[in-house]
DNA sequence: GCGAATACTACGTTTGCCGAAGTATTCGTT
DNA sequence: AACGAATACTTCGGCAAACGTAGTATTCGC
């Protein structure tokens, strides 16, 4: 069993920067951690709806509302009603947040490999096999454990007389 | 060389919970990041200055009285002067805070074992030598790539006649 | 055809961060 | 000892992001 006092001050110190990314991903532009996970979701989906979005970043619909709206102001995301259902808003990237998302992808590149390329080929097969089990095992557990805060939908009909 | 194609949207996606961790940490009661760092910090160092807790969390000062007033506020901290110079403050966890950072501690444990405890003995081994290696050499190089937001302690003696 | 459900937006509030200015105390120099 | 600079903070005001609540428009289901 791991106990707190043995390593978790080791564990903590070394990973304290991962928890603070704004102070080492100093993009250029300013975008908060919410716009940049939107804007690749966007990249890799090409047309998503609000929902969609909400269910990616999990946050509520205002919050999401709120991030579409700077990134449409500053022009990297367009915002059209679907034809089908005209409820529906789609999300599509312009080319200017195209090409954005492209810098992005290769500052992102950049970083990974200021991380990894210290690492022998065979320490990088290693670590990327232990990440996926522990992903997949971290998954598992989490949605097993708490059910109701992965998924709440629940369907209450409340009928009111 | 590491391209962003071939294993960035995976990382992305098994990273992603990572940068978002107000939403796995928030049993209990409401604290944000810096908040709980500060805690951890003080609860291993027993009594902090204001200065210290700005070097530790890497914010300016005034973010940092936020950060204790609240602390204090909620009744976990405690904010003394010091007898011997007077401008100094010092920080120190009461009973409570002490108690809450030890179920903190818990839970941070919980959530490492949850990650962690999967992994064969060797894994265990392997991953934490890598973690050491990887955190090492990232902090080498962001040291060189950007020494002006690392420690900005030129002295600068400026007379003005 | 109409009430409920869905897919959002608008608005106002709260939270946390931070720069600039202010206060209190101590240090260093003469 | 005296006073200007340096140190160690706090206060204040502003800003950006997150979000709860209420509102709007459209579609679904019976």
Redesign the interface.
Known sequence: ?????N???L??E????????E??I?LDLKFS?SEI?AM?FLD?RKEITMTELVEYI?SPMSTATGIVDRLVKSRYVQRDRSEKDRRIVILRLTEDGTKLVKSL??M??EY????????TEE?KQ???G??L???H??QK??DTAIPNTQDNNEIKKIIIE
């Not at 069993?1 to 006092?5: A, E, V, W």
């Not at 070394?14 to 990314?21: S, T």
């Not at 990974?112 to 690492?119: C, F, P, Q, R």
């Open positions: 069993m791991f106990d707190y006092d390593m978790g001050d564990f903590i070394n990973i304290k920067k991962l928890f603070f990314p102070e080492w100093n951690k996970f690749l890799k999990n992808k290769g992102i590149s990974i490999n200021m991380i990894v390329d210290d690492l320490e290693f670590m990327m232990i990440i089990k522990v992903v095992n971290l557990k989490l």
